[in-house]
């Protein structure tokens, strides 16, 4: 009797998951494997990794067209929450996981599997998530991680492929670690995990190098209703439309990079390139639009919300209680945030320079400094005095002792 009988395998038509897929019927003893490949807008070519799958020994191999569900259920309410993990990480793989995962239990769900597994190695965020997920969705479903246990090298694992007719990568194989969908890259590992080292012009696909940007700025402006975007200069697009254009735009003038050190929750630091182009820029115009719509109470306790929020995506809590519960003090907030958001795009800066609403909570009568001013100066001074008073109280007592 083997590990488990029938297996759904996430699979991404990398050597490590087709690997999984003759490790998970030779070495665990599983029946009947069947992988699924999710389409999130990365850009492959899915019908080849489809077949890839069955020439690497799998029974049946699905693919699933989820970048439309991806972009509405979970960028969508990211964006919404301005998520950035340890403020700059805007969690565009840590957003995959979760929805990989339902496509799992769905699919162990509809062919009777009764484990699910995934290629992720024991020292990343991403077993964490897919393993949590799960089993949010399904507890009573296994979840087998053949690459956490297996001990190969990238060379035993290429050379444990060959035996069952699984190709190694043709082209030199790259020396990085590179997950993407439609948000955008992540890039680790090779020269890139020394902290010191500038990475190399090579790493980045989506986002111009500052030397080869236009001369000239662009502008865009965002349409938002709900605090979700709907439309670029005036024009509406499709979720996934919406995105990938914006990708183009933000991309040309270099803007959407990130470099950084991160803390995993596995405990180890990691040093991570990040491009996202469009994500970034959309939460940037989105935290601007809600300076303008929301209150000054709901803005502010809304970014310790923002904090636990990604904490929580990062950290493969995406299905949980707590998560819920932030979800629906997030769409309340939304209900106002309505409008336009204009950004000059220029030298890999992205700068708001225009916000409107009609829900526009700015007062021009009670902010200008011109003659039609509306605030009542001498209301100010009453305000001060029981504001301030606490302070003077203090004050008073500690100079007496
Ligand atoms: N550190 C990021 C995260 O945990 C990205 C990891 C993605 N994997 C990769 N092969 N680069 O979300």
Redesign the pocket.
Known sequence: MGRANKVVLAYSGGVDTSVCIPYLKHEWGVQEVITLAADLGQGDELEPIRQKALNSGANESLVADATAEFVKDYAFPSIQANAL?ENR?P????LARPLIAKLLVEAAAKYGADAVAHGCTGK???QVRFDVAIAALNPDLKVLAPAREWGMSREETIAYGERFGISSPVKKSSP????RNLLGR????GPLEDPWTEPLEEVYLLTQAITETPDQPDYVEIGFEHGIPTSLNGETFSSVELISQLNQIVGKHGVGRIDMI?N?LVGIK?R?I?EAPALLVLIQAHRDLESLTLTADVTHYKRGIEETYSQMI?NGLWYSPLKAALDAFIQQTQERVSGSVRIKLFKGTASIVGRKSTYSLYTPDLATYGADDQFDHKAAEGFIYVWGLPTRVWSQKVRQS
């Open positions: 993990y990480y969690l565009s793989t840590a990343g965020n991403d990085y670690s590179i997950d992540s890039i680790e590992a991160e995993r990691s991570e990040y990062y």
